[in-house]
């Protein structure tokens, strides 16, 4: 199961009922958190997401918003001791602004933080998952990233027993991908199917883009943002954001199952327009709330 | 009228209740922050400060949990069209930590922003107070704060109104110091008293230390940390802080009016040991929690 918990939900500027960006995707264990903006360890002890867990950090693009709360929590993460590394995904050429951010004071951190500059491609594997980054279009280098879980195969149970193999069978079926019972080949694909893995994106900050279409192709969730509503499509453009129904757009030709809209503008003291320009394009359309949780 | 308001309250990590310190005085529309752990901006939200009054910060030392706040406070002050300086005074030496932290990603405000290197003495005057800094005994270089506001003379009705004097008379009596009524020299003192401004006190991270006692003497607010309790005093010493206790006697010792315990250890979840062992000694003593105002 895939635990995602929205830590923070605004763009730009926090208000009281929405945090700067930030997401946690829990899986098998490990956290995986996109993108860190100021006060995500405290919104991590108020949704119970434990900093512990975090592994790897992907940073989507350098704008303070997105990644000020690193110099915080990696802070933190040394008072508690921590001694295993932590990764940090960051546009490759852009390692240096974070450098600065989380050394500002010359602290010996007394565990590893490896920062990565990333280009577009599968920059990390899991025990069974990949994170692929993708290219964004926004004012500076952004990527988003695709989180796939591996497929799995699975035995057909009831073709399994109609052939009569059972036990230790199964074994030299995975050994060997074949296995002669009276002179019957069989091979592991004729009794295996596969089940694919969940498959969750998030693209912000992001004017629309083919990219991310072609990256939430039949994704589980896309996470995209949708900074405005319609009535501000120009001031989207111009500050390469995008709409919620723009949002809307690519999670429909993506074939999405779900859409959340992300990275409200902290004008909206009501978001409902922005659910509605998106759900009547895009039905699964939600706004999460700082703190909601979805499992996938 | 001085009206400060506790932002944050916490010491070295935030928890559920309390955010990194951060207090706020308001004083004839100007606001002075002393301190911006990460996180303060949006707990102006929460507590109605404006952070467009915020005019100087006073930073006492540069351990991340009181400056990361200054990277998004002033990303937002930008956002927000701010055209006045800011100045922000920090402990002299460390001025290129603060740098680091601001412009990790070469930002290009918009206003100015004055980073000052403070020594012990008067830093800053307003139209009516001044700003010293105090020397702290702490890991790194820290400074306290002393707001005091200035003195002001004021007319003994009674008297006057015995005198005779009135009307025109007190422009006279202002610009000259004295007047002639029917022969009789009445000066500026006979009918002029002194009103004490009020002073407050800031003072954390620290040891207790005479230079506070000296710093804070008769103080109408003593803002002393409190990270510890007595039965951790061993710790207190040995990571530079101080207990309620030792907050409580600098506040007896100082003749402060009221003393608020401040930057309170994250491990206590009731703080009700804190303020028994201080109260004990210092009666006037309190737990200010994160958004409390107190009008002085």
Do not use: W
């Not at 004071?105 to 590893?112: C, E, G």
């Not at 993708?134 to 057909?156: A, C, M, Q, R, W």
């Not at 030299?172 to 893995?197: A, P, Q």
């Amino acid at each position: 199961m895939i635990k995602i918990t929205f830590l923070g939900t605004s763009g730009s500027t926090p208000t009281k009922d929405r945090n700067l960006p930030s997401v946690a995707l829990e899986y098998n264990g490990e956290i995986l958190l996109f993108d860190c903006g100021e006060g995500t360890q405290r919104q991590a002890i108020f949704y119970s997401v434990n900093i512990s867990k975090i592994s790897k950090i992907f940073i989507s693009h350098i704008h303070g918003d997105h990644i000020i709360g690193l110099a915080g929590l990696t802070r933190t993460l040394a008072l508690n001791n921590r001694e295993k590394p932590l990764y940090i995904f960051v546009p490759a050429g852009e390692e240096k602004s974070i450098i600065k951010l989380l050394d500002f004071d010359n602290i010996n951190f007394k565990y590893s933080i490896i920062i990565e500059g990333i280009k577009s491609g599968i920059i990390s594997k899991g025990d069974s998952y990949t994170i692929r980054a993708f290219k964004l279009k926004h004012s500076i280098p952004t990527y988003g990233f695709v989180f796939k879980e591996n497929d799995k195969i699975k035995f057909d149970k009831k073709e399994c027993s109609k052939l009569g193999i059972k036990d230790l069978m199964f074994n030299e079926l995975k050994k060997n991908g074949k296995i002669n019972i009276n002179n019957n080949i069989i091979k592991l694909s004729d009794i295996t199917y596969v089940v694919n893995g969940k498959k969750i994106v998030y693209a912000t900050d992001t004017r629309p883009s083919i990219g991310t279409v072609n990256a939430a192709k039949n994704a589980d969730l896309l996470i995209h943002e949708a900074t405005y509503d319609e009535s501000k499509k120009n001031l989207a453009k111009e500050r390469m954001h995008s709409t919620a129904a723009e949002a809307a757009k690519i999670a429909k030709k993506a074939n999405c199952k779900k859409l959340a809209l992300f990275h409200i503008s902290s004008r909206y003291k009501n978001e409902d327009i922005l659910k509605t320009e998106s759900t009547v394009i895009f039905k699964n359309s939600f706004i999460p709330k700082d703190g909601m949780t979805i499992e996938i």
